[in-house]
Nanobody
Framework: QVKLVESGGGLVQAGGSLRLSCAAS????????MAWFRQAPGKERELVAAVRWSGTVTYYVDSVKGRFTISRDNAKNTLYLQMNSLKPEDTAVYYC?????????????WGQGTQVTVSS
């Protein structure tokens, strides 16, 4: 059974940092491209960052470039998103996803999400 379990969300002031983690199980993590998506209230879900199965190629949406860093530990079957210089507009539910074409929006497996709230 495939499982993606996000953790690390919470409430933070603008300018602060959070580190999200996604623990994966039930599939060969090291063979799958992985991504972080987010969805704010009233908005469509958007791709935030993605990383190739090897960890050698990454993608970021323009609004987070220079502030967020996606990484993975294939030995621990875990995906990370380091978020620095957070802004109120980063407030959203953040989802971990597996099995897409890196910068595409069609991913095969999804986690339940973790809430990130940035106060001004």
């Amino acid at each position: 059974q495939v499982k993606l379990v996000e953790s690390g969300g919470g409430l933070v002031q603008a300018g602060g940092s959070l580190r999200l983690s996604c623990a994966a199980s039930g599939f060969t993590f090291s063979s799958y491209n992985m991504a972080w998506f987010r969805q704010a209230p009233g908005k469509e879900r958007e791709l935030v960052a993605a990383v190739r199965w090897s960890g050698t190629v990454t993608y970021y949406v323009d609004s987070v470039k220079g502030r967020f860093t996606i990484s993975r530990d294939n030995a621990k079957n875990t995906l990370y998103l380091q978020m620095n210089s957070l802004k109120p507009e980063d407030t959203a539910v953040y989802y971990c996803a597996a099995g897409g074409s890196l910068a595409g929006i069609e991913y095969r497996y999804w986690g339940q999400g973790t809430q990130v709230t940035v106060s001004s």
